[in-house]
């Protein structure tokens, strides 16, 4: 016989339209009250329950058994798990793929915890939904090649906590990934040309939260991030870019970790798209790699070795602060372009470095900078490396150290080229070498 011919009445009613069967909560039996049932068909899963009951007057036990019935029976379109911990001591056995277009999902206020030993992959979905639910001790928590949602999910995790892989398209909808201090793990990998949508994502003490790897496209909004300082070898960062597409991040904040944001470098540059995002507090730099178009919108970058060292790369700044740096600020060489518009340099350890055949445009004729470089114990806005020969700078209409290197009370200058040599020894607004100039 087969599993759809076995199917309880109470099931086929439902099915064809008739009244569905009472709540499990209305029963009085062990899925949680506070479980909002979907439509259409549900089996309930309970560590009280037996694998012999139906999942519907009765909850089954394992998720094993729930997703066996789901899998034989397309009208089923969800799981519910009571509040209880699922693990091989309880009978489940995993990986599990999860039939498409189902949904799987615990109690709102969590405690349904699926647990494996360390060593096996956890959840595999394609086209469905998991939520409400915390996964722990898989090598990958969740993986997936199609239309996948995570919703209000907790993962802990030593190793990755999801990967995207092909085509998949994930969206992400408050997900808080933990990790163990020194574990080093990562939180999000895409690979090939998935794609990532994440709203809300939290993260801590991971080495990792998005590596965006192929030609993947990644849009994250509202994210907390915690990093890791200890996972520095070999370089990495919380933002890990080597794909031929793009990365989107905006209204966040990341905290800690070796750097903020890497970009590997591709054939193709990366296309970064930042927007009132902090980055703080990195061992080493807030932005860094080489080959991507950056164009960053407000927010902050504070407290690293440096704010950004990269090459080959056109990088665009509007109404940022960048302070408290323990190096310079910026380091720009190798075929790199940097904009600066309303930005504001604050107690770094000295400025803007140029050196190679880089660009610098900081404000010109019809458009000025609005910039405002007001640096520590070094060099205060732009710095020109000696060896530069024959390189030009504009900085036209930005606000400098006051009464310093001929600035004003108010830090400005009449407007007009300065040929160098200018600077190069103590508490200055800008080195040029002699055959050099800069345009204010």
Same mark, same amino acid.
């Given at each position: 016989?087969?599993?759809?011919?076995? #199917?309880?009445?109470?099931?086929?009613?439902?099915?064809?339209?008739?009244?569905?069967?009472?709540?499990?909560?209305?029963?009085?039996?062990?899925?949680?009250?506070?479980?909002?049932?979907?439509?259409?068909?549900?089996?309930?899963?309970?560590?009280?329950?037996?694998?012999?009951?139906?999942?519907?007057?009765?909850?089954?036990?394992?998720?094993?058994?729930?997703?066996?019935?789901?899998?034989?029976?397309?009208?089923?379109?969800?799981?519910?798990?009571?509040?209880?911990?699922?693990?091989?001591?309880?009978?489940?056995?995993?990986?599990?793929?999860?039939?498409?277009?189902?949904?799987?999902?615990?109690?709102?206020?969590?405690?349904?915890?699926?647990?494996?030993?360390?060593?096996?992959?956890?959840?595999?979905?394609?086209?469905?939904?998991?939520?409400?639910?915390?996964?722990?001790?898989?090598?990958?928590?969740?993986?997936?090649? @199609?239309?996948?949602?995570?919703?209000?999910? /907790?993962?802990?995790?030593?190793?990755?906590?999801?990967?995207?892989?092909?085509?998949?398209?994930?969206? *992400?909808?408050?997900?808080?990934?933990?990790?163990?201090?020194?574990?080093?793990?990562?939180?999000?990998? #895409?690979?090939?040309?998935?794609?990532?949508?994440?709203? !809300?994502?939290?993260?801590?003490?991971?080495?990792?939260?998005?590596?965006?790897?192929?030609?993947?496209?990644?849009?994250?909004?509202?994210?907390?991030?915690?990093?890791?300082?200890?996972?520095?070898?070999?370089?990495?960062?919380?933002?890990?870019?080597?794909?031929?597409?793009?990365?989107?991040?905006?209204?966040?904040?990341?905290?800690?970790?070796? %750097?903020?944001?890497?970009?590997?470098?591709?054939?193709?540059?990366?296309?970064?798209? *930042?927007?009132?995002?902090?980055?703080?507090?990195?061992?080493?730099?807030?932005?860094?790699?080489?080959?991507?178009?950056?164009?960053? /919108?407000?927010?902050? #970058?504070?407290?690293?070795?440096?704010?950004?060292?990269?090459?080959?790369?056109?990088?665009?700044?509007? @109404?940022?602060?960048?302070?408290?740096?323990?190096?310079?600020?910026?380091?720009?060489?190798?075929?790199?372009?940097? !904009? #600066?518009?309303?930005?504001?340099?604050?107690?770094?350890?000295?400025?803007?470095?140029?050196?190679?055949?880089?660009?610098?445009?900081?404000?010109?004729?019809?458009?000025?900078?609005?910039?405002?470089?007001?640096?520590? *114990?070094?060099?205060?806005?732009?710095?020109?490396?000696?060896?530069?020969?024959?390189? /030009?700078?504009?900085?036209?209409? %930005?606000?400098?150290?006051?009464?310093?290197?001929?600035?004003?009370?108010?830090? /400005?200058?009449?407007?007009?080229?300065?040929?160098?040599?200018?600077?190069?020894?103590?508490?200055?607004?800008?080195?040029?070498?002699?055959?050099?100039?800069?345009?204010?």
């Amino acid at each position: 016989m087969s599993a759809f011919r076995v #199917l309880p009445a109470a099931l086929l009613l439902a099915a064809c339209g008739f009244p569905r069967p009472e709540r499990v909560g209305d029963a009085g039996l062990d899925a949680p009250t506070d479980t909002e049932i979907p439509p259409g068909i549900s089996i309930r899963v309970a560590g009280t329950g037996d694998d012999a009951n139906d999942g519907s007057t009765q909850p089954v036990k394992t998720l094993k058994h729930a997703i066996g019935l789901a899998a034989a029976n397309p009208g089923i379109t969800s799981i519910v798990l009571a509040t209880g911990r699922y693990a091989s001591d309880g009978g489940e056995t995993f990986p599990y793929t999860v039939p498409a277009n189902l949904t799987i999902l615990g109690p709102a206020g969590g405690g349904a915890i699926l647990a494996g030993s360390t060593t096996e992959l956890g959840m595999i979905v394609n086209d469905g939904t998991l939520q409400d639910i915390e996964l722990e001790r898989f090598t990958v928590a969740i993986t997936t090649t @199609g239309n996948a949602h995570l919703t209000n999910l /907790h993962i802990r995790t030593g190793a990755t906590a999801v990967r995207a892989e092909t085509s998949a398209k994930l969206t *992400v909808d408050k997900l808080d990934i933990a990790g163990t201090a020194g574990a080093c793990a990562s939180g999000l990998e #895409l690979h090939g040309a998935a794609e990532l949508v994440a709203t !809300t994502l939290g993260t801590n003490a991971l080495r990792t939260t998005v590596d965006a790897r192929d030609q993947s496209v990644v849009s994250v909004s509202h994210a907390t991030i915690t990093g890791d300082s200890n996972c520095g070898t070999p370089r990495t960062g919380v933002f890990l870019a080597s794909t031929s597409k793009s990365l989107t991040l905006s209204d966040s904040s990341i905290d800690g970790g070796d %750097n903020g944001i890497y970009f590997v470098g591709t054939q193709t540059p990366t296309q970064a798209t *930042v927007q009132n995002t902090v980055i703080r507090n990195t061992k080493e730099l807030s932005i860094t790699g080489e080959r991507f178009v950056l164009d960053m /919108h407000g927010g902050e #970058l504070s407290s690293g070795s440096d704010a950004l060292a990269s090459s080959d790369s056109t990088a665009t700044f509007v @109404g940022v602060t960048i302070k408290q740096h323990r190096g310079f600020a910026m380091t720009i060489s190798a075929g790199q372009k940097l !904009t #600066l518009r309303n930005c504001m340099f604050l107690n770094n350890g000295s400025g803007v470095y140029l050196f190679g055949n880089g660009v610098i445009d900081a404000g010109v004729t019809g458009d000025p900078g609005n910039n405002i470089f007001q640096n520590g *114990v070094g060099t205060a806005g732009i710095d020109i490396d000696a060896g530069v020969n024959g390189a /030009h700078v504009s900085a036209v209409g %930005n606000t400098w150290r006051p009464s310093v290197q001929g600035a004003d009370l108010n830090g /400005h200058y009449a407007s007009g080229p300065m040929p160098g040599p200018l600077g190069y020894s103590g508490q200055v607004n800008f080195n040029v070498p002699a055959t050099g100039t800069i345009e204010l």
